[in-house]
């Protein structure tokens, strides 16, 4: 008999798996957003609040972005119980962001800023439904899963030369390995894998897929041009090149590691959007680290691991968020923010199948309930992409 | 710990492990390179002369174009290297993505690992 690898996650009754069991306390719009971070504040350490600057003011596009990452996240596995806090005028409906939620088979319920008379009274009644949501959650308890649930985010930020060399090539081949056994994978940041398309489209499962990288990639590199702008200005960044990345191409092929070396290409969705295929997919997000993670999980990741040379700190709301670096340095300096060393690559004292297999161990064990460094210093960063500006 | 590291064997440049010194001479099995400049960790060296308008190879890809003759020996960085991608200010329409899907994802089977692209295609040289 094979023993297959699993994790002890939450399974829902819409047949999807998490990794936490969060009760998500979502505003409609910037309005609601205090209110909403007071009563998650108020209940923990269940409760999470989804912050954000949008909701209003928006058109076309942008809006529809908006309200459907926020519909992921009430949709979302991690999360166990919705509040949606409205203020009463804006465009993102409560009712429809409450919807969801009910579809996916979750106690949800909403309280509205100008209905209940004031910030002091929705906040008051907010926090009473949060924590009996909370209440009933806390009986739930984790079931064995089979790791072909688990939908990883490959992420990577503050990049120095160690990330292409070390931390990269590390968790590319944690996600050959959750490939190999089913499970499913997310590598966002077109404009990081500029430059390195002909690595994933090799890879791409049929001319279509590798089709529909390739518009991706034309799409951002138009839009810079559009602008009259070099993208150097912000790839690589001033950090990047300092610590020795000369263009986005050495980026790229270093960042698209993540991906793996054999995974094959799968798929790829726009921002937020469901990740329905096992294997390999590409989202079409921004290279900016929050708003790229916050649509990620939006597709349904239930875990993060965030490679980094220079060292960074952010989260998300309701997915850990694994921090491993392959700079010795950062690692001492940085301890506190970082969940993996892998220097050992570097200075010749660990291989990198050696520190795949310590990686792999982590997410398993953050994915059945450990608290990561980001968790337990409370980052939870979560910024939607805005398509246009604000009208 | 290894002076540089040599991803492919197609690359042209070197990534250095530690800080480099003028005149300190690295063998990356088979040439042999003389640092003529000061190279900080995590910055590349060349192995071999690149001419302006030529390829800078690392990866086993190009990360970019010479946009300056650079010596064997030289520190390779923005001051002579430069992307052709994103580059809005141009003003001309993105290129070269076509030839781009045309090279090898890396190194052909015989040269490096079997894995392509495999960072396990390293071969680890130190100075001496």
């Not at chain 1, 690595?199 to 799409?219: C, D």
């Not at chain 1, 993996?340 to 982590?362: K, M, N, P, Y």
């Not at chain 2, 992307?83 to 290129?95: E, I, K, M, Q």
């Amino acid at each position: 008999m094979t023993i297959r690898p699993g994790f002890l996650g939450f399974r829902r009754r819409d047949g999807r798996v998490g990794t936490r069991n969060h009760v998500l306390v979502v505003p409609t719009v910037i309005c609601a957003s205090v209110v909403a971070e007071r009563i998650a504040a108020a209940t923990p350490p269940l409760g999470v609040a989804l912050p954000h600057l949008a909701g209003c003011g928006q058109l076309g596009p942008d809006m529809r972005v908006t309200h459907e990452t926020l519909a992921a996240y009430c949709a979302h596995p991690n999360v166990g119980a919705v509040v949606v806090v409205a203020l009463g005028c804006e465009q993102v409906l409560a009712q429809s962001l409450a919807d969801v939620a009910r579809r996916h088979h979750k106690p949800v319920d909403i309280v509205g800023i100008q209905a209940e008379g004031g910030s002091l009274k929705a906040t008051e009644k907010g926090t009473r439904i949060a924590q009996a949501l909370a209440g009933t959650l806390a009986g739930e308890e984790r079931v064995w899963c089979d790791i072909s649930e688990l939908v990883l985010s490959l992420k990577c930020g503050g990049s120095d030369y160690t990330s292409g060399l070390a931390s990269n090539p590390t968790l590319g081949r944690v996600t050959d390995r959750l490939v190999d056994l089913g499970g499913s994978a997310v590598l966002g940041e077109i404009a990081e894998i500029m430059g390195a398309e002909h690595v994933l489209a090799s890879r791409a499962k049929n001319p279509a897929t590798a089709a529909g990288l390739l518009q991706v990639i034309t799409r951002v590199e138009t839009e810079a041009r559009a602008l009259g702008l070099d993208i150097r200005g912000t790839q690589p960044s001033p950090g990047n090149i300092r610590g020795g990345l000369t263009t986005i191409e050495e980026k790229s092929l270093g960042a698209t590691h993540k991906g793996g070396e054999r995974a094959p290409l799968e798929d790829v969705v726009g921002y937020a959007a469901p990740i329905q295929r096992k294997g390999l997919t590409v989202m079409d997000t921004p290279g900016l680290d929050v708003e790229s993670v916050t649509g990620m999980v939006g597709g349904g990741a239930q875990v993060v691991v965030f490679t980094t040379g220079l060292g960074t700190p952010t989260g998300n709301p309701i997915a850990p968020v694994i921090k491993i670096t392959g700079n010795s340095r950062t690692a001492r300096g940085m301890s506190d923010n970082i969940d993996l060393d892998v220097s050992g690559i570097i200075d010749d004292t660990e291989t990198l199948d050696d520190a795949a297999t310590r990686l792999f161990a982590e997410v398993v064990d953050v994915a059945s309930g450990r608290q990561t460094a980001a968790e337990r210093l409370g980052h939870r960063e979560f910024a939607i992409h805005r398509r246009n500006p604000t009208i | 710990m290894k002076a540089v590291l040599v991803i492919s064997a197609r690359d042209n440049v070197a990534t250095a492990l530690r800080a480099l010194a003028p005149g300190q001479r690295i063998d990356t099995g088979g040439t042999v390179v003389i640092v003529a400049e000061p190279i900080a960790r995590g910055h590349k060296v060349a192995l071999q002369p690149i001419a302006s308008g030529g390829p800078v190879i690392k990866y086993g890809s190009a990360i970019g174009t010479a946009s300056a003759d650079i010596p064997a020996g030289a520190h390779v960085h923005t001051h002579n290297v430069a992307s052709r991608r994103g580059r809005g200010d141009l003003g001309v329409p993105a290129t070269g993505l076509e030839a781009r899907l045309a090279e090898p994802p890396d190194d052909p089977p015989g040269r490096g690992s079997d894995i392509p692209g495999a960072p396990t295609t390293m071969s680890k040289e130190s100075s001496s």
